[in-house]
């Protein structure tokens, strides 16, 4: 299951981030996950109540997960297209030349906490 690993990378970095902002409570992450990105965002999710639990920072943290969907454009007829799967021939024109524009993403879109208190 590879999403274990790739939740912890995406622990570690929303950490190491919200450290050098100042950020002392993580209230969310909203990270963004394509559609065509082979992760299983089920299992993102799973990994995440999991492992946020051993990082102070992360301990009652809110994961949001936008998925965005997968986009293709044909090169022979021009045509943009929504792919739902790695499935690339244009519904257009059957041509096999549809190249991946979208939907690959692993990304973290933002971090929301409070920083230390001036009082």
Request: aromatic fraction near 6%; include cysteine; charge should be negative.
């Amino acid at each position: 299951m590879h999403e274990f690993f790739l939740t912890e990378g995406l622990i570690r970095l929303a950490t190491d981030e919200a450290t050098k902002a100042g950020i002392v409570i993580l209230e969310k992450i909203t990270v963004q996950i394509g559609a065509l990105s082979g992760v299983n965002i089920d299992s993102i999710d799973f990994a995440f109540g999991i492992l946020s639990k051993n990082n102070e920072l992360t301990r009652d943290t809110e994961l949001v997960v936008e998925e965005i969907p997968g986009r293709g454009k044909c090169s022979r007829c021009g045509r943009e297209i929504e792919l739902e799967r790695l499935y690339l021939i244009c519904p257009n024109c059957n041509s096999p030349t549809v190249e991946i524009t979208g939907g690959r993403e692993f990304i973290i879109k933002n971090l929301v906490g409070e920083g230390v208190s001036d009082g």
